[in-house]
């Protein structure tokens, strides 16, 4: 007998026919002899009108609440879809994050998961129960709800795979699988069988959407299998494994981008040890992740101009620290650009491969894509562009590295 979790995401459970197709396949699973936990989301869409209720009150709603106030929506999905496989005939009840408790830090919106509590639960699957766990929510050692962030419910799904030590963990989403790029802006794009967790970390972080990136690091430090699939289909989806199973003969698994981007650029800074220190102390100090980094010095060596990108929703703030800090700066201009995007090529067998970067740059020069900054690791490339040329660039990388 095998154990697995099932996590269900907004799109699977958003409506209540959705819902009674969900039970379904928990019944055909539980049928074929395995133990059951499932993880779901709130009902697509509620999360966000949740969000815009308290925005109506104000915007510097207080966290604590919030995190009460946004963790009702799994709730509701995760009650409904327990009745709903009552009403399949079987034996289920749901529970939600305190309940159990899973455990987590007080970092409220953005909690970590610390421990699980696993004795109730697992008593009620050994006989034959199918628990039914709200995702995105725990609690924490303050007694108060709290939250774990948007796909945060993806994050559950691996914690208590991890502390029930169950056999595979299984994420339906309305895709099936992962692809190997959105196929909104690219119609060719086609399902990969297989992929890393390294492969999955990147893409995830680079702008796909399948799973949230710090739900697949933590299936990747604890080796836990991952399966992505449809809910909407039967095909087999795809499988995230350890890189040892990896195929190093195809260079690129995938081609990822983000809109989501600005970039910043202090010209003329005293070119001396520290600056690039006090430039980006008070942006950590608030929170805002820096992405790229890019320094130019003069030809005499005494000035500089530092460029570096951030999310578009941290750029005013970012400015203001920085022209604040002005005086200590002592930089001649500050220009900004938020009309960017990130194009990504990621894949584990470039680390085997050469020429992989030459052949990137050179396919967006042919189609007349400027690029304005790049950043690399060892199996991805990343290069920033004018945001309008993101479906010509995408497009363009998928074909030229045979992905279509």
């Known amino acids: 007998m095998k154990r697995l979790v099932l996590k269900f995401g907004g799109t699977s459970v958003g409506t209540i026919e959705k819902i009674k197709k969900v039970a379904n396949i928990i019944k055909k699973k539980f049928s074929e002899g395995n133990e059951i936990i499932v993880i779901v989301s709130a009902m697509a869409g509620a999360t966000d009108l949740l969000k815009e209720k308290s925005n109506l009150i104000s915007n510097n709603f207080d966290n604590k609440e919030l995190d009460v106030l946004l963790s009702s929506g799994e709730q509701v999905s995760c009650s409904l879809l327990s009745g709903a496989i009552i009403d399949l005939g079987l034996k289920a009840r ?9 455990i987590t830090n007080d970092n409220y919106t953005s909690s970590q998961i610390m421990k699980i509590k696993t004795d109730e639960v697992s008593n009620f699957i050994s006989n034959g129960g199918i628990a039914v766990i709200a995702g995105f929510q725990g609690i924490s050692i303050e007694s108060r709800i709290t939250t774990l962030g948007r796909g945060g419910s993806d994050l559950s799904a691996v914690a208590v795979a991890k502390f029930f030590q169950t056999d595979s963990c299984e994420i339906y989403t309305d895709v099936e699988g992962v692809l190997t790029t959105d196929p909104s802006i690219n ?21 796909a959407k399948v ?32 890189d040892s199973e990896i195929d190093y003969n195809k260079v690129v698994t995938g081609v990822a981008y983000s809109k ?57 703030k970012t400015l203001g ?74 497009k363009t990388l998928h074909k030229t590295f045979k992905l279509n």
């Open 321 to 394: 620290l920085i022209e604040k800090n002005k005086q200590k700066l002592n930089y001649n201009k500050l220009i900004h650009d938020d009309k960017l995007a990130k194009v990504s090529i990621i894949g584990a067998g470039m680390q085997a491969n050469s020429g992989v970067t030459h052949k990137m740059f050179r396919s967006l020069a042919d189609e007349k894509i400027n690029i304005l900054a790049i950043s690399t690791s060892e199996i991805k490339i990343s290069v920033l562009i004018r945001e309008n040329l993101t479906q010509k660039a995408v």
């Open 94 to 102: 749901s529970w939600l994050g305190w309940q159990i408790p899973i």
């Open 187 to 207: 119609e060719k794009a086609k399902k990969i069988d297989k992929i890393s967790y390294e492969e999955m970390l990147e893409m995830a972080s680079l702008g």
């Open 260 to 316: 989501n981007n600005a970039k910043v650029s202090i010209i003329g800074v005293v070119d001396k040890p520290g600056v690039a220190a006090d430039i980006f102390e008070p942006i950590g100090k608030n929170n805002i992740n820096i992405d790229m980094v890019i320094q130019n010095t003069s030809l005499d060596g005494k000035k500089a101009n530092i460029t570096f990108t951030i999310k578009r929703e941290d750029l005013k």
């Open 211 to 242: 799973m949230q990136p710090n739900a697949v690091q933590a299936s990747m430090i604890d080796n836990i299998p991952i399966h992505v699939r449809s809910t909407f289909s039967e095909k087999a989806g795809t499988k995230i494994i350890s």
